[in-house]
């Protein structure tokens, strides 16, 4: 059997000889995460002159950290952004723990045990919408990372990373899309209450209805808040109350414009003219609408993935200063119908 070498281990992580002499030699110019890599790679691969540091070096203990989301029957957008954070984790040699909390406060509700009990190593807040449970959480003393937040709780008030998709200059140009293509009369549909992100949609809005001139008509927009699971009811309510339609409606959420397209294709004899939707997410769970209206693609494998690496980086490095991170969605533009 050949003598295994530094190259045979360098070629194996596909990094230089030299990292990997360094790696031996605790010199500077290597990762924590690639040193531990090259050491576990080296033992692997059976390589004979292992530092005797790394010979005596106890197995690192597997961490948890705690995903706290109020929908078990989330969407294929959550799913998406929880599976791929999931897996960064796992590569990490850190289990993912699941706890859920209601959507809605009710007295009496505290948080579950394993959250106060310090038994968690970090915590990943996703899709908790309720600003009781959000404080409650947000008073937590684990290392935390936020995905969106609610307007009534500010970023500087958070006690933890807030990662947020952009909102405000990508619906400011999908609005702008439809102005170009003619639209002068156009409506926002979306809880503006229910997420710090779909306020920002509804501000980008209004700014590039505003740069053009044009009103922003209230009898077009249904902003105010309600639950999530009567989104349906008063999406057909309000419709069905109006006596002008605008010629197309920025829509909060993929979620928001299925529900319009489907009232749209029932009720035709309702709707004087063509109107056009736009969305966000781009999920593609809404067959109605997917492929067939302007969208935002928020790219969910990614930021799950972006949500695990800052929960890890914030947990070795809980002294380090408080990050409010956007993540930028591109637009896309299906043929428009005339």
Not at 123 to 137: G, Q, T
Not at 241 to 266: G, H, I, M, R
Request: glycine share 4%.
């Amino acid at each position: 059997m050949e003598k295994v070498t530094m190259k045979d281990i360098a070629d194996a992580l596909n990094v230089s000889r030299v990292t990997v002499s360094k790696a031996f030699n605790n010199q500077a110019g290597v990762s924590d995460t690639l040193r531990d890599m090259i050491f576990a790679k080296a033992k692997e691969l059976g390589y004979a002159k292992l530092p005797y540091q790394v010979l005596e070096q106890p197995q690192q203990a597997q961490r948890t950290v705690s995903l706290i989301v109020s929908r078990p029957d989330s969407a294929l957008f959550w799913t998406n952004i929880i599976h791929r954070m999931a897996q960064e984790l796992s590569n990490h040699n850190v289990n993912l723990l699941y706890t859920y909390v209601p959507s809605v406060y009710a007295k009496g509700f505290s948080l579950p045990s394993v959250l106060q009990s310090n038994s968690v190593d970090g915590v990943v807040v996703l899709n908790v919408y309720d600003p009781i449970i959000l404080n409650m959480v947000n008073d937590l003393p684990a290392p935390k990372v936020f995905l969106d937040s609610v307007p009534s709780i500010s970023d500087y008030h958070l006690n933890g990373d807030l990662v947020l998709i952009e909102g405000f200059r990508t619906e400011a140009r999908i609005t702008d899309i439809l102005i170009q293509n003619g639209h002068t009369e156009i409506g926002f549909l979306g809880d503006i209450d229910y997420a710090f992100t779909n306020k920002e949609r509804y501000l980008g809005y209004c700014d590039c209805m505003k740069k053009h001139d044009l009103v922003v008509r209230s009898e077009y927009c249904l902003t105010g808040s309600f639950d999530i699971f009567s989104y349906e009811k008063r999406l057909y309510s309000f419709l069905d109350e109006l006596k002008n339609w605008p010629t197309a409606f920025v829509c909060a959420s993929d979620f928001v414009a299925n529900f319009v397209q489907s009232y749209l294709d029932n009720n035709p004899h309702r709707i004087p003219h063509p109107v056009v939707l736009t969305g966000f997410d781009n999920t593609g769970e809404y067959v109605n609408v997917a492929g067939r209206i302007i969208t935002a693609n928020v790219p969910t494998g990614l930021l799950g993935k972006r949500l695990a690496l800052q929960l890890l980086f914030r947990t070795e490095h809980p002294e380090a200063s408080q990050e409010l991170t956007f993540v930028k969605p591109s637009i896309i533009i299906p043929h428009l119908k005339e």
